[in-house]
């Protein structure tokens, strides 16, 4: 009974949580898309939705969309902005402080929010003035072992020199002299390379679960751990995919407006 008890309440927990995923629909002139927002990305979800409620994307524009990248929009200066005019600049006043978590990545359809640079805004602040919506491309393997290598080369020239540089003439000595002794020097230098890679802030390893979407459905790496992700799409990836088709000015902005008619919660 007790074990049965503790299975239950452990159910009970799993749809409590999954209760919490709140569902936006992003209605457009070219069509509607639906997201799921993250309830582990709580700060970011409830200002979303305290945004959406008041309605303040409500007849907004997508003002940025580059195609295999991303689509943005939300941006308060896009209200009723004239043809050809630059918007999308963003509100400063609205930024919060980012809540990144190592379990979500851009793939393909991953909503998070824009944000000024580094050298104005260190702290990676989220501005919640906007949104936008991943479209991204399909790697190749390859392309994320290539990826891979380069981020983390200069990471393995240090950790090259501190361990395999000082032993470099014994090993050397050993190769032909004692292949099982230069064996084990390898096995003992590969392993505490790979330890220092893996522990250095900045270092690039693809999980499998990452390896297996961007090569299938897509996604933009590079902005990994640098904007925060709160929530994905579950409908709408072909709206997406026009939005994101859409011809342009020099300025990425539709010259036709796509238009956010409203942005509801279910």
């Not at 999954?18 to 569902?23: G, H, N, S």
């Not at 609205?94 to 104005?120: C, N, S, V, W």
């Not at 395999?164 to 003439?169: A, D, H, M």
Request: charged share 25%; hydrophobic share 35%; proline share 5%.
């Amino acid at each position: 009974m007790y074990r049965f008890a503790i299975i239950l309440l452990g159910c009970m927990l799993c749809l409590s949580a999954k209760a919490q995923d709140k569902i936006v629909v992003i209605t457009t002139n070219v069509g509607t898309m639906k997201a799921r927002l993250y309830p582990d990305v709580p700060n970011h979800t409830k200002t979303f939705i305290n945004r959406a409620t008041k309605g303040e994307f409500n007849g907004t524009l997508f003002t940025r969309v580059i195609k295999n990248f991303m689509i943005q929009g939300g941006a308060p200066d896009s209200r009723n902005a004239p043809e050809g005019a630059r918007v999308g600049s963003g509100d400063r006043s609205a930024e919060i402080m980012p809540e990144f978590r190592e379990q979500y990545f851009h793939k393909k359809g991953t909503l998070a929010a824009p944000r000024q640079g580094d050298d104005i805004n260190p702290q990676k602040k989220s501005d919640m003035s906007q949104f936008y919506i991943v479209q991204g491309k399909v790697y190749r393997p390859g392309e994320l072992d290539t990826l891979q290598l380069a981020a983390n080369l200069p990471i393995k020239r240090k950790a090259m020199a501190q361990y395999y540089t000082p032993v470099k003439e014994l090993m050397d000595s050993l190769k032909t002299a004692a292949p099982a002794e230069y064996n084990k020097y390898v096995v003992d230098i590969n392993a505490k390379v790979d330890s220092v890679i893996r522990n250095t802030p900045g270092h690039l390893l693809f999980t499998d679960e990452q390896r297996e979407a961007y090569t299938t459905i897509g996604g933009t790496h590079h902005l990994d751990a640098q904007y925060t992700i709160f929530g994905e799409l579950t409908e709408g990836f072909d709206i997406l995919d026009k939005i994101a088709s859409q011809p342009k000015d020099t300025y990425d902005r539709p010259k036709k407006d796509i238009r956010i008619i409203s942005v509801t919660v279910e």
